[in-house]
């Protein structure tokens, strides 16, 4: 079974948008649980812009399934994480400037830093995951800080237009799956994946998590959100392996 972990972000960039109370990120991860996610995932920035350390505390006391908190690597971040003890923690980089997360950690730039980082987190009692961009040196560097899982960024794949780029990346991301499992790690996968482009990834083989928010909860504005979690949710359970090789049956376009 693939785990879909509902990032719920952007409920809570609508509700900053008015600086009010609504939407509650919080009733939106109780929606989700219903409508089959395996996890909640959210990113609270340095700057606060949509999740808050409020969001955080009462989703850590109120969410059943798995808590993942997506986080940077600055001091204040990882103490609120050690204090709220989500299940599981992913750190990622973080620009102030950048609208989303551009690209994945660097961990190869400063391993020792990500280590220790990763030595705190884990003996709080958290899953510690890595987003990294399929780069094999940012892997093996990965792997060396103890990490328990790493997450795949699929934002260049989601980004190509034309079919040949498309299929490119994905066969870097299989291959930087390999590497992944044979380092005894978990196999993550996430950002810009959407209804049409998330087969291709989800039948990756071993393939364990996928986290999607954006795109589901562009589509609960037209269908409710524990809907348009419960649609991606039948997409990966209907996803099988077939010789390794990747099927999908969904038309994805480009040229």
Not at 65 to 75: D, F, G, H, R
Not at 88 to 109: C, N, S
Not at 179 to 201: D, E, K, Q, T
Not at 235 to 249: T, W
Request: aromatic letters at 2%; charged letters at 25%.
């Amino acid at each position: 079974m693939i785990e879909l972990g509902v990032n719920i972000d952007h409920i809570a960039t609508v509700r900053q948008a008015r600086r009010t109370v609504e939407p509650d990120p919080v009733w939106a991860a109780t929606l989700a649980e219903l409508g089959g996610a395996d996890g909640i995932t959210v990113h609270l920035r340095e700057d606060r812009r949509h999740i808050n350390d409020r969001d955080v505390a009462l989703l850590k006391q109120t969410v059943r399934c798995k808590l993942n908190l997506e986080m940077s690597c600055v001091t204040e971040v990882v103490d609120i994480a050690c204090r709220t003890v989500p299940d599981q923690a992913t750190l990622v980089p973080e620009k102030r400037e950048e609208i989303t997360t551009e690209g994945g950690l660097g961990v190869a730039a400063d391993p020792k830093r990500i280590a220790a980082i990763v030595s705190r987190l884990k003996d709080c009692g958290i899953f510690v995951s890595l987003f990294l961009d399929p780069d094999p040196k940012q892997l093996e560097a990965g792997f060396r800080t103890g990490c328990d899982a790493i997450e795949l960024h699929t934002g260049t794949y989601a980004e190509a237009k034309a079919a040949i780029a498309r299929n490119a990346e994905l066969r870097r991301l299989i291959e930087a799956g390999k590497l992944i499992v044979s380092a005894g790690c978990r196999l993550h996968a996430g950002h810009g994946l959407n209804y049409h482009n998330v087969p291709p990834i989800a039948m990756i083989p071993q393939m364990q998590e996928l986290n999607i928010g954006h795109s589901i909860v562009a589509r609960a504005l037209m269908v409710g959100l524990k809907d348009a979690v419960a649609e991606m949710k039948r997409i990966l359970d209907g996803v099988v392996h077939r010789d390794c090789k990747v099927v999908s049956p969904l038309p994805l376009g480009g040229g």
